[in-house]
């Protein structure tokens, strides 16, 4: 329990964040009843914005990110978990308010851990993640709202990254039609493989808009915000429902109250937060009915050390990487 172990730590200094590896012992990681040996932790947009400091995330100093982690119970003070068991954290400010799960030994309250899902392995879960989940929550709430596999193609944005992957698959796996968006048409083929049924050139919401473009879509997943937010509020079918789950071309957009009144278009925003009883029903469904072929999604899973997290997330933020990437400690490295 008080052997030394690797992080990333973020300190700040002179109003500048700054990340780098260091040992602590779990004596300095923040409150939890429940200690884990980490296996992988997702990266996350997020925690490459947190770790480089280019937005104002983690709440306060030193801190070490990682909003999401898998790992095995070593101590555990909560007789809900013993060790041995394989857990699941994300949410709950996790990489925040807490510290997260770029670390080799993590800390957490009991009130935040759940168990791995029966049907998935570690591995499995880690590749879901903080993306499926996502993924998972936009699906639901179409359903809520009525929407069935033959009510239109599903465009999802950002396809290239790990919520846009595994959105594709889900969303196909689930029986739905699904035209994916993306820069580079050079990975047409990837998506196809994935399930998109169509692939369009992403170059389609730089266009000079119009009041409304053609209706294309039933519902939409948008990663990106900005300018390719605005055309597919533009490009809804009557009725259309878009869910609004990234923002990596900004944080706001330009449009109009026309996609909402000639069109009902309903935009809702999804954050991979939610209640407990939303939590077990989603993960129980990702392990089972929504369960994506792994198989499928090797090609686009990625494994890194801790030491190369920071040049990774240099290059995500850059847009040169593709599809899901966990870090991988110990044994699952």
């Known amino acids: 329990m008080n052997a030394p172990f ?7 200094q002179d109003g500048q964040a700054h990340a780098a590896l260091e040992t602590l012992t779990a004596g300095q990681l923040s409150p939890g009843e429940v200690t884990l040996r980490t296996r992988y932790a997702g990266m996350n947009y997020k925690d490459c914005l947190s770790l480089l400091g280019k937005a104002r995330i983690i709440s306060s100093y030193p801190r070490i990110p990682g909003i999401e982690a898998v790992g095995e119970v070593i101590a555990s003070e909560d007789a809900a978990f013993s060790p041995g068991d394989a857990v699941l954290v994300h949410g709950f400010q996790t990489g925040i308010d807490f510290d997260g799960g770029l670390s080799e030994v993590m800390r957490v309250p009991a009130r935040h851990l759940q168990r791995v899902p ?4 570690p591995r499995q879960a880690a590749i879901i993640g903080v ?44 029986g739905y039609r699904v035209a994916a968006l993306t820069r580079d048409l050079a990975q047409t083929d990837a998506l196809r493989a994935l399930g998109a049924s169509d692939v369009l050139d992403a170059c389609l919401a730089l266009a000079p808009p119009r009041p409304l473009e053609k209706a294309r879509f039933a519902a939409a997943i948008d990663n990106v915000g900005g ?6 509020l533009r490009s809804m079918q009557d ?3 878009v869910a609004s789950v990234g923002n990596a071309a900004g944080n706001t957009f330009d ?24 939590r077990l029903r ?19 899973v990625h494994e890194i050390r801790l030491g190369d997290v920071l040049a990774h997330a240099q290059r995500q933020l850059a847009g040169a990487t593709s599809g899901r990437t966990l870090v991988a400690f110990g044994e699952a490295a």
């Open 282 to 300: 989603l993960w129980h469904k990702l392990a089972q009915d929504w369960a994506p072929d792994f198989a499928a999604l090797a090609p686009d």
């Open 131 to 174: 993306p499926g989940f996502t993924a998972a929550m936009a699906l639901e709430r179409f359903e809520a709202w009525g929407l069935q596999p033959g009510d239109g193609p599903i465009a999802v944005t950002g396809a290239g990254g790990a919520v846009g992957r595994l959105a594709i698959h889900i969303l196909s796996r689930a």
């Open 239 to 241: 009725g259309g429902l």
């Open 255 to 278: 449009g109009s109250v026309l996609p909402f009144i000639m069109r009902r278009v309903h935009l809702f925003g999804i954050v991979a937060n939610a209640t407990w009883e939303e």
């Open 118 to 121: 029966e049907g998935l392995t």
């Open 6 to 12: 690797h992080a990333l730590v973020v300190r700040q």
């Open 227 to 232: 300018s390719t937010l605005a055309w597919l």
